[in-house]
């Protein structure tokens, strides 16, 4: 089932329907009891059993609606993540960015890198790159390089591609060193590049960068938002 196109659960469901109406009847019961009892001439004798007899199911009644506040509400933050994921993924077979070759990949990057503003910006990936695939600036001027990974998302960047591509950094003298891959990134790699100041852009994130997000707001995140491995391969 496509979760994207199910409705909210929050939004539609009332898990407790039947236990409500009965704690709504039962509290209006005890409300006509304790007018009866407040109203007899004993009335006050009785004023504490009274009162436990209108505060308890009260509070259950109480406890009944929030409780069944909080479900619907985190079911429609559930669903909600759940939509931003998929619409990453649709962009990603969109596109068609399991399909391109090497090249084709980079030449893809380095259009959204124009898109958003970024300058100079050419690729040149090859056997002799260095370790980096795209030169340029961003939009606020600092030099940039980028190295880009199109694997199968089966597959996993580790640490050594990120030391790669901290040493293409230190080569090229940039500003700011960036991975692109089409897949998931391990979590030495990601400790690795954080630990560097390196942006990484795994599969998840370069879904939403395709879908519009722009590169400023994708790099701030630094490699989070990565779904877990069983969301491989499916777009």
Known sequence: MNRS????????????PVGSRAAAVGFLLCAVVLLALLTDRRGPPLLFPAA????LPLGLFVHRLWKTHREQREGDAEWRRDEVDARGRRSLTDVGVDGMTGTEFESFVADLCRRDGCTGVRRVGGARDNGVDILGRLSDGRSLVVQCKRYSPKRSIPAATVRELIGALVHAGADVAVL?????????????ARANGVPVVHRDLLGHWCAGATLPAVLALDGAGQG???RRGRG
């Open 52 to 55: 436990v007899i209108i505060v």
């Open 180 to 192: 692109v891959t089409t897949t998931r990134v391990t979590a030495p790699a990601l400790e690795t």
């Open 5 to 16: 196109r199910s409705r909210p659960r929050g939004r539609t469901r009332n898990r407790h």
């Open 228 to 230: 877990p491995p069983r």
